[in-house]
């Protein structure tokens, strides 16, 4: 089904044509159309427009105005203050917009058959590590964004860079060998968590040898260079490791509601075979330059502390690969195998600049350009309730396993003590999805790039810009259709709506927009906001425009259940968007 228009986007369509007709000189001017708190929506664009022509803008306002022919969408149009125009739309065309996107299984939010390919690098847990709290932000918000792009057309190919290479393999390794039975397993089934014991226990034996037996020592270095050579019988130890890790890193995103695939876990190893060809192709097209034997990348505006200039070395004096070397090659199979045309970086902050070098790299390289962008999407810090880096009260990083155990927990007893007639069963269901919703939650509605702090007691809070309360929002609604006997939702365009009515309906109405909008600027948070003012204007409907009791006319009940409904599917499907799952009863 195509589209269906905003209330917007025909108002916009109504007064350019309005001006055109009342001021054909203009062309096709822009009427800079906006939401309002004096009327529906204002248009701005007449100011501009009278300082172009050389005209009074209240007199060209009234001029275009009086120009409009009387239609069914524009109710009241009121020339404000030196030129704005504020607009009021008919009850009829908020009820009419609003049946049309209740009427499409996308709710009117438009598809774009001919949009590019999406490559979004998230969720990257290192091997034989556990993960801990800082690992939770590009998880969420990278899934959030494959979910968003992919429903409005982006085909998203997703990729986890996990760290699976480096010299503490060979350790590893060569412990394993000397102690082959360290990761047997009694049981065939084995659970992320015993798998990440395993490994825990194993990497601390390894570490203890290492530091302590120089012969140990040289053995595990030498293994280094038989992994980085292709040696098949130490790759098939290092296979085992990677496998271990699978296993747990699966465990711990499906309590998190992740959807992760094996196929899309593309670790650092997954370039070794590129890492030359790519600092050949640099070093020949002059991109790189050797400097002190290691192959760098020079830039005008990077320099460090002493003011010399610092490079992105690509290989080091050794001849060994740094990170710049996988980043470039895995933006060179991004771009080339994949067919990419945006690359998106879910990735921290604080690495902000060995992308800006890494991409900048890239289009040295012609790997980037007008037809391929790449883009960051740097995220803050995970912070404490004290506003430092979250932290155990013994100073450890806090295991990811830990705090999303805990969030269900304080979620269960939310639950519980909201629950009427909800067995344990579903209790400890609704717990997982209340207590991960609201881990998502709280990070996706703030702002990626901004640090905030995680305090488990106001994210399972019914109250406030949380989860629980679209979670219990969009409950409610369901508890209302469980009522309703045998009233069924039908839109009535010809009936008068009450204020809370016609703001609730507006709301609606810019769903389409706002996902466009979190598509484009990679912004999940904007999506989570209109939600919450989403839920917000259905607090206030619901307190002033009884849809049950006291029983309202026929037509007015059923007006108000197709609002309850579209809001309800609303709330699903930005939720869903979001990662977060909406239990119709709470």
């Given at each position: 089904?195509?589209?269906?228009?905003?209330?917007?986007?025909?108002?916009?369509?109504?007064?350019?044509?309005?001006?055109s007709?009342a001021?054909?000189?203009?062309?096709?001017?822009?009427p800079?159309?906006?939401?309002?708190?004096?009327?529906d929506?204002?248009?701005?664009?007449?100011?501009?427009?009278?300082?172009q022509?050389?005209?009074?803008?209240?007199?060209?306002?009234?001029?275009?105005?009086?120009?409009?022919?009387?239609?069914d969408?524009?109710k009241?149009?009121?020339?404000?203050g030196?030129?704005?125009l504020?607009?009021?739309?008919?009850?009829?065309?908020?009820?009419?917009?609003?049946?049309?996107?209740?009427?499409?299984?996308?709710?009117?939010?438009?598809?774009?058959?001919?949009?590019?390919?999406?490559?979004?690098?998230?969720?990257?847990?290192?091997?034989?590590?556990?993960?801990?709290?800082?690992?939770?932000r590009?998880?969420?918000?990278?899934?959030?964004?494959?979910?968003?792009?992919?429903?409005?057309?982006?085909?998203?190919?997703?990729?986890?860079h996990?760290?699976?290479?480096?010299?503490?393999?060979?350790?590893?390794?060569?412990?394993?060998?000397?102690?082959?039975?360290?990761l047997?397993?009694?049981?065939?089934?084995?659970?992320?968590?015993?798998?990440?014991?395993?490994?825990?226990?194993?990497?601390?034996?390894?570490?203890?040898?290492?530091?302590?037996?120089?012969?140990?020592?040289?053995r595990?270095?030498?293994?280094?260079?038989d992994?980085q050579?292709?040696?098949?019988?130490?790759?098939?130890?290092?296979?085992?490791?990677?496998?271990?890790?699978?296993?747990y890193?699966?465990?711990?995103?499906?309590?998190?509601?992740?959807?992760?695939?094996?196929p899309?876990?593309?670790?650092?190893?997954?370039?070794?075979?590129m890492?030359t060809?790519?600092?050949r192709?640099?070093?020949?097209?002059?991109?790189?330059?050797?400097?002190?034997?290691?192959?760098?990348?020079?830039?005008?505006?990077?320099?460090?502390?002493?003011?010399?200039?610092?490079?992105?070395?690509?290989?080091?004096?050794?001849?060994?690969?740094?990170?710049?070397?996988?980043d470039?090659?895995?933006?060179?199979?991004?771009?080339?195998?994949?067919?990419?045309?945006?690359?998106?970086?879910?990735v921290?902050?604080r690495q902000?600049?060995h992308?800006?070098?890494v991409?900048?790299?890239?289009?040295r390289?012609?790997?980037?350009?007008?037809?391929?962008k790449a883009?960051?999407?740097?995220?803050?810090?995970?912070?404490?309730?004290?506003?430092?880096?979250?932290?155990?009260?013994?100073g450890?990083?806090?295991?990811?396993?830990?705090l999303?155990?805990?969030?269900?927990?304080?979620?269960?007893s939310?639950?519980?003590?909201?629950?009427?007639?909800?067995?344990?069963?579903?209790?400890?269901?609704?717990?997982?999805q209340v207590?991960?919703g609201?881990?998502?939650?709280?990070?996706?509605?703030?702002?990626?790039?901004?640090?905030?702090?995680?305090?488990?007691?106001?994210?399972?809070?019914?109250?406030?810009?949380?989860?629980?309360?679209?979670?219990?929002?969009?409950?409610?609604?369901?508890?209302?259709?469980?009522?309703?006997?045998?009233?069924?939702?039908?839109?009535?365009?010809?009936?008068?709506?009450?204020?809370?009515?016609?703001?609730?309906?507006?709301?609606?109405?810019q769903?389409?927009?706002?996902?466009?909008?979190?598509a484009?600027?990679?912004?999940?948070?904007?999506?989570?906001?209109y939600?919450?003012q989403?839920?917000?204007?259905?607090?206030?409907?619901?307190?002033?425009?009884?849809?049950?009791?006291?029983?309202?006319?026929?037509e007015?009940?059923?007006?108000?259940?197709?609002?309850?409904d579209?809001?309800?599917?609303?709330?699903?499907?930005?939720?869903?968007?979001?990662?977060?799952?909406?239990?119709?009863?709470?």
């Amino acid at each position: 089904m195509a589209s269906v228009p905003s209330l917007a986007s025909t108002v916009q369509q109504r007064l350019a044509e309005g001006l055109s007709a009342a001021l054909p000189e203009a062309g096709s001017a822009d009427p800079l159309l906006r939401r309002s708190d004096r009327a529906d929506f204002q248009a701005n664009g007449i100011l501009a427009l009278a300082k172009q022509l050389k005209g009074n803008p209240r007199e060209l306002a009234t001029k275009v105005v009086d120009g409009i022919p009387a239609n069914d969408v524009l109710k009241e149009i009121e020339v404000s203050g030196p030129g704005f125009l504020n607009i009021t739309v008919t009850d009829a065309a908020i009820v009419r917009t609003l049946a049309a996107r209740a009427a499409d299984d996308r709710l009117g939010v438009p598809f774009a058959e001919d949009a590019g390919t999406t490559v979004i690098d998230y969720a990257q847990p290192n091997v034989a590590k556990e993960m801990h709290v800082g690992h939770l932000r590009s998880a969420v918000i990278g899934a959030a964004m494959v979910e968003i792009l992919e429903f409005t057309g982006e085909k998203v190919v997703r990729r986890h860079h996990i760290g699976d290479w480096g010299t503490q393999f060979g350790m590893l390794i060569q412990y394993l060998e000397e102690h082959p039975h360290e990761l047997d397993h009694k049981d065939a089934q084995v659970s992320g968590e015993e798998a990440m014991s395993n490994l825990d226990r194993l990497y601390k034996a390894a570490r203890k040898f290492f530091d302590s037996d120089e012969e140990f020592k040289t053995r595990a270095r030498r293994r280094v260079v038989d992994l980085q050579a292709g040696d098949p019988q130490t790759l098939a130890m290092w296979q085992k490791f990677v496998d271990e890790s699978k296993i747990y890193f699966f465990s711990v995103f499906e309590k998190l509601d992740m959807d992760i695939r094996d196929p899309d876990i593309v670790g650092e190893s997954g370039y070794n075979d590129m890492l030359t060809e790519t600092c050949r192709i640099l070093e020949e097209s002059g991109v790189a330059v050797r400097s002190n034997g290691a192959l760098c990348v020079f830039f005008d505006d990077v320099k460090g502390p002493d003011g010399n200039p610092t490079p992105l070395i690509v290989q080091k004096s050794d001849g060994g690969f740094g990170y710049a070397a996988t980043d470039l090659s895995a933006i060179r199979d991004r771009v080339q195998n994949l067919k990419a045309t945006s690359l998106l970086y879910v990735v921290d902050a604080r690495q902000s600049l060995h992308f800006k070098m890494v991409f900048e790299t890239a289009r040295r390289a012609g790997w980037l350009n007008e037809d391929v962008k790449a883009v960051q999407l740097a995220f803050g810090t995970v912070l404490g309730k004290d506003g430092k880096p979250f932290k155990t009260r013994e100073g450890e990083t806090v295991r990811l396993v830990d705090l999303l155990d805990e969030a269900i927990v304080r979620a269960a007893s939310v639950v519980r003590e909201k629950a009427r007639d909800l067995t344990e069963d579903e209790i400890a269901e609704r717990g997982a999805q209340v207590g991960i919703g609201a881990v998502k939650y709280a990070d996706l509605s703030t702002s990626a790039a901004r640090d905030y702090k995680f305090d488990l007691d106001q994210m399972v809070s019914l109250n406030g810009d949380t989860s629980v309360y679209l979670q219990y929002a969009y409950a409610r609604i369901k508890s209302i259709f469980g009522k309703a006997g045998d009233r069924t939702p039908v839109a009535h365009p010809e009936l008068e709506l009450a204020p809370a009515e016609r703001a609730l309906g507006l709301h609606l109405d810019q769903f389409g927009e706002t996902v466009a909008e979190a598509a484009a600027e990679y912004a999940p948070h904007k999506l989570a906001a209109y939600l919450y003012q989403l839920a917000s204007l259905y607090t206030t409907f619901y307190d002033q425009c009884p849809v049950i009791k006291p029983e309202p006319p026929q037509e007015v009940a059923e007006n108000r259940l197709f609002i309850c409904d579209l809001t309800a599917r609303t709330l699903h499907q930005g939720m869903a968007l979001l990662g977060i799952r909406t239990p119709e009863r709470l």
